[in-house]
């Protein structure tokens, strides 16, 4: 036996307790089989669906079936023992929709000194929460007398130290264009240790509580609860989300991984960078933070500027809409949140920090009945004016582990990329759906760290399904394109698909196929075919079936519990042969060039050493980046490696893979692009001229995509969405200016803003540094000073009155731009006399 | 690889899995990433002590651990040499509850007598261990702590920081400002962490910020170049660059700063004397282009020229180093 262990990380050679116990729960498991198949309660032909049956009608000798099957632990990617499946049978558990939120009224309250303050509705925590205000309560603890003292009335409840708010006190990180997006709901939502019975499926034991660190409505002291949240925002209903941490104060009682520090990450939403949850300003126990998701259609500045264009909207909840400006071939769908504290990204996320927000618009409404010019009349369900979830369902897919107890597991010290064995949907391991024989749309998500994932439908006799594909990371393909099996899916990438289960019987089964093999962080080794998948002839034990669809006669509505949907009331969803505008390709004003770099070329230089001193493969930083052919160097995220200097200018960016056998999946925050090419290689009509907001630069691959900024300023990322490898600083800090010509912009972001750096007393600053390569030539910045790293001692933002200027450096031939330090007043205070709020 | 050790091995990790079970959740972390899981080889220090990983280097420590090699032409150099302003910055605590770890990928080459070299050049102080030993130990080591890369040039550039009693492990970027890479090793300590500071919106860290990095190259010679050469300050790990631009002329500044390592393998006389005079380290060819190498110029000769050194060009060339 020894011979099967040799790369065991965990249970080498003579693990001879753990086989006994293996060959008795597969004799045990056999014997159930044997038994439920006399019994009549499960037939052949399930045993060949699961994989369990030969052609020749044997069962197979699986780990866990056989008493004589070799143990797998060798070959288990992750490097940790398999999850152990303790009996229970796949797609035996039925799909948790994801849990959805309901929304808080908010009562806008003018303050005397003209602030807006967003008060809480009454009676929904013990102790009345205190108001949403475009200042971080941080401000009100930096300036009390009482300091970092338990007499600080905006101290930190559980810590007592440090303030009640995470983020960044002053204006700096003040919510921009807060009155103009007021808050009209809020949820008071907290992120901590998972609730009692927490578990991937029935049979499978309760995680402790701080394996999993969810999602739970209301404030300090509460369990989180799986699946996690589902939110519905609608165009033109800003919201105010306001996330407690609600983690042990002590960071190491973690169960094994994740951090008690967190960042929550909205997914692309167009928000100002204080809300994006990726600017450094992750938040302690004891504090929350409030992120102000103002739904702000892209282009508001620029395009259908009065309102007018009525697929600019949201639904108004009476039938009706709420027009916005912007446009409206910018709406976004499907989308997701999820922590993005640096270094712990992938830790938090796996470990439940994730959940998903389905925006609704005018043409995307969630009402597959109304008729208005404008509803696409997608399948949804119609009891409800708008965001039906009936027949429009959110399938969150990731892969996973467990330790052989059954604990959710991590391995914290991967950089390659942590690979699980498992696939949970919605967080339950392997699940089954009853659908009606009609149109459905799921929403697909890749929430896995590493794995890219490869979906196709199968009917039972193993043939492929047809369905349509209308959206790629929530924005529409123009045209829906008709497909048997999606493109490749790395982690964050939404594809939004329709399926027909009409042509199906009551009874029958489709399956959602997982038809990529990973065995490897760096990259998947290989699509397998639809049979092949199906058969799971594959190491990998998250290839073949992700879960399983049964049509039958009557489900129970979701929307309006209590109702019943049957096979035969009639199927009035549409999926028009148009779904939105395409968006032409124009000449940019600039072209910029990111190259990432892991792993180089081939090299002979070996630990032995074979062509010492001067060899072929050079060690490199984890990412270049070259600007209209410059070239420039490092990482760091309180380096601004790109600088978007004005809204509205269109530009072309290449990301290119320099890391020949890597995969990464590039995923750009707060705007996203038109897919252009993908050098000289194919690209997908699932991406042609296609919005994204990530994209897998496939091994050696590159991507060009047109893309513009606007509305909001402040500094963001862009990154490996692989989140182990982000975790490694493949990520790249890049900063929004906004427009001073703008009365509506903020007038904080004209310059550069400096470096959040949190800690449980508070948040100090850092000058960040600027790229001179990053920075479009001849263009002048300026930084905002910070004064010692100190804030708030005496005043709100005690911060210098100088601002230096940098110039970008010119061509090759080391000439350069002048440097000058001009002065302007500093960021504090001291300015607010003119803020715009 | 003995079966014995790794039988050992598996009779550990099984009876703590086992205990994880009975204990809960709140020693997770401290079970998982302990004993268990790292492995007790013997390693060698650049002194020739002989030391066994978990035992002496990792229990009930705070350590900070990267991987090195001493042939290794590149970025490492500049990496151990971050690694030297980190340990400045926490003063007498490394040695004395904080330990620094530089372990190398190339033990066939990198002897302790090599590796004593090797930290000499980067004036390594007490506390910083520089270790070598079989190769089979150190790719259980160097798996373990998830340096898992096939080729010696993917290898991983980041570091480990870590507490051995309490199991909290964090891989932080040498490449961000030292200060914070500072605070990451400090916080390692749940005492630090536990320090209130009385001052409103004050971080428990007297850490300076970096100065405001304004003028055309100066924040590439902070990242790149401070590490191992000052201005006027003397040697460090590298030469003093005061007047450099005049001491050497432009087209071979330029050339030895983006290509150093070609020009040691075509024996260029400057070079070859810059590696024997500076022994145990190399300058490493850090990827610049031109444009880096002009904007570092522009900041060589305004640094120097601040401090009164005349920026005439030099001849003849290669007259001095």
């Known amino acids: 036996m020894e011979k099967e262990f040799p790369m065991s990380i965990y249970l080498p050679s003579n693990a001879s307790k753990r086989r006994l116990r293996e060959a008795q729960n597969a004799r045990n498991n056999r014997a159930e089989i044997v038994k439920a198949l006399s019994h009549g309660q499960i037939t052949r032909r399930d045993l060949f669906k699961w994989g369990l049956f030969t052609t020749a009608g044997l069962l197979l000798n699986k780990n866990g079936l056989s008493p004589y099957a070799k143990s797998a632990f060798a070959g288990e990617p992750t490097g940790v023992p398999p999850t152990p499946i303790d009996g229970a049978f796949p797609l035996t558990q039925p799909l948790p929709r994801l849990h959805l939120e309901t929304p808080l009224p908010l009562t806008k309250i003018v303050m005397p000194n003209g602030e807006w303050e967003a008060r809480w509705p009454s009676g929904v925590l013990p102790n009345q929460p205190l108001n949403a205000k475009r200042l971080s309560w941080h401000t009100d603890f930096s300036n009390h007398p009482a300091g970092n003292t338990p007499a600080n009335p905006y101290i930190n409840p559980i810590t007592h130290r440090g303030p009640i708010e995470g983020r960044p006190p002053g204006e700096w990180f003040g919510h921009q264009r807060w009155k103009e997006f007021f808050p009209q709901v809020g949820y008071l939502m907290s992120l901590g240790p998972c609730a009692p019975g927490t578990k991937f499926h029935p049979a499978w034991p309760d995680q402790q509580a701080n394996r999993v660190w969810s999602f739970y409505e209301g404030g300090f002291g509460g369990a989180s609860h799986l699946p996690p949240p589902l939110l519905k925002g609608r165009y033109g209903e800003p919201i105010l989300m306001r996330i407690h941490n609600s983690c042990p104060v002590d960071r190491t009682a973690n169960g094994g991984f994740g951090r008690n520090e967190m960042s929550t990450h909205f997914h692309n939403a167009h928000n100002g960078a204080e809300s994006d949850g990726a600017s450094n300003a992750y938040h302690f126990p004891g504090t929350f933070y409030d992120y102000h998701w103002g739904t702000t259609l892209a282009r508001h500045d620029q395009i259908n500027r009065s309102a007018t264009d009525r697929r600019a909207s949201g639904p108004d909840g009476r039938g009706g809409l709420i027009q916005v400006p912007g446009d409206f071939r910018e709406l976004q769908g499907t989308m997701w949140f999820h922590d993005h504290r640096f270094f712990f990204t992938s830790e938090n996320v796996y470990k439940g920090m994730a959940a998903m927000i389905n925006y609704y618009s005018g043409p995307d409404r969630g009402n597959e009945v109304l008729t208005d010019g404008v509803n696409l009349r997608l399948p949804s369900g119609s009891l409800l004016d708008w965001g039906n979830l009936d027949f429009d369902v959110n399938l969150l897919i990731a892969d996973m582990a467990t330790d052989p107890s059954g604990q959710y597991f991590f391995d914290i010290f991967t950089t390659d990329g942590f690979i699980g064995d498992r696939l949970h949907v919605n967080f339950a391991w392997q699940p089954y759906m009853e659908v009606l024989p009609r149109k459905y749309r799921f929403r697909t998500i890749n929430a896995s760290m590493s794995r890219f994932l490869q979906l196709a439908l199968a009917d039972q006799n193993g043939r492929p399904v047809p369905f349509q594909f209308i959206a790629n990371d929530g924005n529409f393909v123009v045209r829906p394109l008709l497909l048997t099996q999606l493109d490749q899916q790395g982690t964050a990438e939404r594809y939004d698909i329709v399926v027909d289960f009409s042509r199906f019987k009551i009874g029958d089964k489709v399956t959602l196929v997982n038809l990529l093999q990973q065995t490897d962080g760096r990259k998947p080794d290989k699509a397998l075919s639809l049979a092949q998948a199906l058969a799971r002839n594959s190491p990998d034990t998250a290839v073949g079936p992700v879960m399983e669809f049964r049509i039958v006669g009557a489900v129970e509505s979701v929307d309006v519990p209590g109702y019943i949907h049957y096979a035969s009331s009639q199927d009035l969803s549409q999926v028009p042969p148009t779904l939105t505008e395409q968006i032409p390709i124009v000449a940019p004003v600039r072209t910029r060039h990111v190259e990432f770099v892991r792993g180089g070329g081939d090299s002979t230089n070996t630990p032995t050493g074979t062509c010492i001193p001067e060899c072929g493969g050079r060690e490199s930083f984890p990412w270049s980046i070259k600007v209209n052919g410059e070239s420039a160097h490092s990482l760091n995220a309180n380096r601004i490696s790109l600088l978007i200097p004005k809204p509205g200018e269109v530009e072309h960016w290449t990301y290119q893979n320099g890391g020949g056998g890597w995969d990464h999946p590039i995923h750009l925050h707060f705007e996203e692009g038109m897919t252009m090419n993908r050098g000289n290689e194919p690209i997908p009509a699932t991406e042609r001229l296609v919005r994204k907001d990530i994209w897998r630069l496939r091994p050696s691959g590159r991507v060009q995509f047109q893309v513009r900024f606007g509305e909001y300023g402040g500094a963001y990322v862009n990154h490996c969405h692989n989140t182990v490898h982000e975790d490694f600083a493949m990520l790249l800090r890049y900063q929004v200016l906004t427009d001073r010509n703008n009365p509506n912009d903020s007038d904080v972001h004209v310059e550069i803003i400096p470096t959040p750096i949190p800690s449980p007393d508070g948040v100090t600053f850092m000058t960040p540094e600027v790229l001179a390569e990053g920075n479009p030539a001849g263009n002048s910045v300026s930084i905002a000073q910070t004064n010692g790293g100190v804030v708030g001692t005496g005043g709100t933002g005690s911060t210098s009155g100088t601002t230096t200027t940098t110039g970008s450096s010119g061509s090759g031939t080391g000439g350069t731009t002048g440097t000058t330090t001009t002065s302007s007043s500093g960021s504090g205070s001291g300015r607010s006399g003119r803020r715009r709020r | ?321």
Not at chain 2, 29 to 39: D, K, L, R
Not at chain 2, 220 to 246: E, M, N, R, Y
Not at chain 2, 292 to 319: C, E, I, M, N, W
């Open chain 2, 1 to 321: 690889m003995g079966k014995t050790r790794w039988g050992s091995v598996a009779v550990l990790v099984i009876v703590t899995w086992a205990l994880l079970g009975l204990l809960g959740d709140t020693m997770v972390s401290a079970a998982t990433w302990g004993e268990s899981y790292f492995p007790n080889v013997p390693l060698v220090t650049q002194e020739g002590e002989t030391v066994h990983f978990y035992d002496d280097l990792i229990k009930g420590k705070i350590v900070l651990i990267n991987f090195i090699y001493a042939g290794c032409k590149e970025v490492c150099p500049l990496v151990t040499a971050r690694m030297a302003q980190v340990q400045k910055s926490l003063g007498d605590r490394v040695g004395r509850d904080i330990f620094f770890y530089s372990i190398t990928l190339d033990p066939a080459h990198d002897t302790p007598e090599v590796l004593k070299k090797h930290a000499a050049a980067f004036h390594a102080g007490p506390g910083w261990l520089f270790l070598t030993g079989k190769p089979e130990d150190i790719e259980q080591v160097r798996y373990k702590l998830g340096e898992r890369s096939n080729r010696l040039a993917d290898h991983r550039n980041d570091a480990m920081a870590g507490n051995g009693a309490t199991g909290d492990w964090e891989r932080t970027s040498l490449f961000q400002d030292v200060a914070l890479v500072a605070k990451v090793v400090l916080e390692m300590d749940p005492q630090w962490r536990a320090q209130r500071v009385r001052r409103p919106g004050t971080t428990s860290t007297n850490v300076a910020p970096v100065r405001s990095v304004g003028q055309t190259g100066q924040a590439l010679f902070v990242k790149l170049c401070a590490s191992c050469h000052t201005i006027g300050k003397g040697d460090l790990v590298g030469p003093d660059l005061q007047g450099v631009t005049v001491r050497r002329e432009r087209a071979w500044l330029s050339q030895f700063m983006q290509r150093p390592d070609v020009m040691r393998a075509n024996q260029d006389p400057v070079a070859v004397a810059l590696s024997a005079k500076y022994e145990g380290v190399r300058m490493p060819n850090l990827g610049l282009s031109e444009t880096d190498v002009g904007d570092l110029l522009v900041y060589l000769d305004r640094q120097s020229q601040r401090l009164g050194v005349s920026t005439k060009p030099a001849t003849p060339p290669h007259a001095a180093h």
